[in-house]
DNA sequence: CTCTCCCT
């Protein structure tokens, strides 16, 4: 639904409200940083009254201005806009703060070569694309959603005038679905690039192949990929004649001390790290980049128990977190200023590499590990484990040192370590499961997905794993092909096992509760239990718990959620995530109205029939089942995989006879995710397929 | 006895 341009900030009305305070928000992309600093001091001089209004108003825009021109990308702007005239692709390298995600699309339609269709550029994350577009219609001098807008999920502000569009990777995507050749563009710019999600990593094939048809048809589609780092030679290739247009950033120098001899313990050095600094170096907050939730918590409590051991002539030492389950409250914590007489210590997990940018940071502590996940074509199970990063993401958690100044990272890795990592991370397409991907692609009327034009592609095994996982829940036929319900099931915004449940709900009947409970599904958690308060949170949790397992309890506080309208203090309460409490809201929605555009009722209930809402759910997931063995732990069926309810689970230590999974992740352990208690026999049915 | 991150 689009919103009204002449109403911009009137919102959608939902049950809980709207998430505008989320810590994201607050923050400013790669590109914007600079310019919002600008754009404080200028607003002060509007908040002078004796002026009037208007004139005041006026002076912001032309500082606005002003400040367009002191980006480094503005000395490129004939060369850029003759560039983009004279080739049909164009690769961008700009470093941050070069202005190139704000200027880029406005100097091409300054040049009137939007003419014959609007611009499109696609962000890796929602916030960039909201943030991009609400600074450069300020620029503009418009309205936001007016001549520049955003799509993104469950937020579009566009109208028919719209010519520059500021667009989540994942909404282009979905908008290949309706229009295969994008021929509402004239213009598409990938933005990030260098990031390789699967979404771009699609989008570059499409558009390539957009780019070829279009040209016979006298439409033709210029595609501009942006990017600060890239490895530009591949991309030219890949777009077999594409210009190269580098622009330099505006990022102070940061100093990087490596560690003289390889270290066993990165926390050990963290910490001895953190003091040194502490003791030896000028102000300025330190932010360290670890690899999850556990190392952050087991590195505070260390700071913590040594703080008496920093001379009181010093400053004392405040540490925050920062992961992306942690609330948004205590998320924003670390946007506070440190007090006087003390230094913030940041610890975080790759969320502050890309997705929060803090300030102030004037030294980056790197462990050089990162959690990654990969799949295991072979065995069809996924694994999150900690990993080397690569040079390209060691660069840029460097680069978070020299926002505001002249930084140091201390990498806590020798130089020879440095040199021996991979140049860059390995692309998501190579590395995950893709089955959504294939989904899409074969919706798209990409039949052979072998032979796609793929940047990178993804080995055959891993191709032929997805095509399987396809055939088996009847998306795709015995030759390959799309079935008419696969097409169903790729207008979904769902992982195709998700999606075949919420078809198969209808046959059911139990299309309410199958939405709800995919809904659920689509967040990490909807608890969130801090370390120290598990007891609490398990007493707290008891009221909620059916014997059925996991999806069923959350059924319970979906309902309960509701009947507390979601408020604060009931959510904290009840070590009830709020933030991702909203999300399912929202996804529900949006799922409600798709399914009602598809003629199926959401309001289709089958009440508190949880044996039908299961045995609905095994049309996703009867792959997804395992049994008890004599030693308590559980065998796969399909796969005689030995894995473990996982301790989060409520079925944890219940030794239920059979079970239904939604998920198995490979971690300390194979565990088994959101546990379901079903009955052998209710599989028999689906064995054919098994 | 436990959970990198993002997107439709």
Same mark, same amino acid.
């Given at each position: 639904m689009k919103n009204k341009p002449n109403k911009p900030n009137k919102r959608e009305f939902s049950l809980v409200e709207d998430d505008n305070s989320n810590t994201t928000d607050t923050t400013n992309t790669t590109n914007t940083n600079n310019t919002t600093e600008k754009l404080k001091v200028s607003k002060k001089t509007t908040n002078n009254n004796i002026k009037p209004k208007k004139n005041s108003v006026s002076n912001a825009f032309n500082n606005l201005q002003t400040f367009r021109t002191r980006l480094p990308i503005w000395k490129e702007q004939k060369n850029l806009i003759e560039t983009v005239k004279n080739n049909e692709t164009i690769i961008i390298i700009g470093e941050m703060g070069s202005g190139k995600s704000t200027q880029t699309p406005q100097f091409l339609l300054e040049a009137g070569l939007a003419s014959n269709g609007s611009i499109a550029i696609t962000q890796p994350r929602r916030v960039a694309a909201i943030s991009l577009a609400t600074r450069v219609a300020k620029e503009f001098g418009s309205k936001l959603g007016r001549e520049i807008g955003y799509s993104v999920r469950f937020d579009e502000m566009t109208s028919n005038s719209t010519i520059i569009k500021y667009l989540t990777d994942g909404m282009l995507l979905r908008e290949l679905l309706s229009d295969p050749l994008l021929l509402n563009y004239s213009i598409v710019i990938l933005d990030e690039a260098h990031e390789r999600t699967m979404r771009t990593d699609i989008l570059f094939g499409m558009m390539k192949r957009a780019q070829e048809i279009r040209k016979s048809k006298m439409k033709p589609l210029k595609i501009i990929i942006m990017s600060a780092t890239l490895n530009s030679e591949k991309f030219a290739n890949y777009f077999n004649t594409a210009a190269i247009l580098k622009i330099s950033g505006r990022q102070f120098p940061v100093n990087i001390i490596y560690c003289t001899e390889p270290k066993s313990d990165y926390l050990d050095t963290a910490f001895t790290s953190i003091f040194q600094i502490h003791i030896e170096q000028p102000a300025g907050d330190i932010l360290v980049f670890l690899p999850g939730q556990e190392d952050i918590e087991i590195l505070e409590k260390l700071i913590l128990e040594n703080a008496s051991a920093i001379p009181p002539e010093k400053p004392k030492i405040i540490t925050c977190l920062l992961f992306a389950a942690l609330p948004t409250e205590q998320q924003t914590k670390v946007f506070d200023p440190a007090p006087p007489g003390t230094r913030k210590v940041i610890l975080s997990t790759n /969320?502050?590499?890309?997705?929060?940018? /803090? &300030?102030?940071?004037?030294?980056?502590? #790197?462990? &050089?590990?990162?959690?990654?996940?990969?799949? @295991?074509?072979?065995?069809g199970m996924e694994s999150l484990s900690v990993e080397n990063i690569s040079k390209n993401s060691a660069d840029q958690r460097m680069g978070r040192a020299g926002r505001e100044g002249p930084g140091f990272c201390y990498r806590l890795y020798t130089e020879e370590e440095y040199t021996k990592m991979e140049k860059e991370t390995d692309p998501e397409i190579k590395r995950c499961n893709i089955a959504s991907i294939i989904l899409l692609l074969k919706a798209l009327g990409i039949d052979n997905v072998f032979e796609f034009d793929y940047l990178d592609a993804p080995s055959r095994n891993l191709i032929k794993r997805a095509m399987e996982q396809l055939f088996i829940l009847n998306a795709l036929d015995n030759q390959g092909k799309i079935s008419d319900l696969g097409k169903r099931m790729a207008e979904f915004p769902l992982e195709p096992t998700f999606a075949r449940v919420l078809i198969a709900s209808q046959y059911m009947g139990c299309i309410k509760e199958a939405i709800d409970i995919v809904s659920l599904l689509s967040v990490d958690s909807i608890f969130f239990t801090p370390q120290d308060q598990r007891e609490n949170a398990m007493d707290m949790k008891r009221k909620f718990i059916s014997p059925l397992g996991d999806l069923i309890t959350y059924l319970n506080v979906l309902k309960?959620?509701?009947? %507390?309208? &979601?408020?604060? #203090?009931?959510? &904290?309460?009840?070590?009830?995530?709020?933030?991702?409490?909203? %999300?399912?809201?929202?996804?529900?929605? =949006?799922?409600?109205?798709?399914?009602?555009?598809?003629?199926?009722?959401?309001?289709?209930t089958c009440g508190d029939d949880y044996e039908t809402i299961l045995k609905c759910l095994l049309f996703g997931f009867f792959r997804q089942s395992a049994i *008890?063995?004599?030693?308590?732990?559980?065998?796969?069926?399909?796969s005689s =995989? @030995?894995? @473990?309810?996982?301790?989060?689970?409520? *079925?944890?230590?219940?030794?239920?006879?059979?079970?239904?999974?939604?998920? *198995?992740?490979?971690?300390?352990?194979?565990? /088994?995710?959101?546990?379901?208690? /079903?009955?052998?026999?209710?599989?028999? #049915?689906?064995?054919p397929k098994i």
């Open positions: /969320i502050a590499e890309t997705s929060i940018t /803090i &300030g102030n940071v004037k030294y980056v502590i #790197d462990t &050089g590990k990162c959690k990654m996940r990969k799949f @295991n074509a072979r065995i309960s959620y509701e009947a %507390h309208k &979601g408020e604060v #203090d009931w959510c &904290g309460r009840n070590y009830i995530n709020r933030r991702n409490m909203k %999300h399912v809201i929202k996804v529900r929605k =949006q799922l409600n109205q798709l399914c009602d555009r598809m003629n199926m009722s959401p309001t289709n *008890l063995q004599p030693d308590n732990n559980y065998k796969v069926i399909v =995989q @030995n894995v @473990n309810i996982h301790p989060s689970s409520t *079925l944890f230590n219940k030794k239920i006879e059979v079970v239904m999974y939604a998920e *198995l992740v490979l971690t300390s352990k194979p565990y /088994i995710k959101n546990v379901s208690a /079903i009955q052998s026999n209710w599989i028999v #049915d689906f064995a």
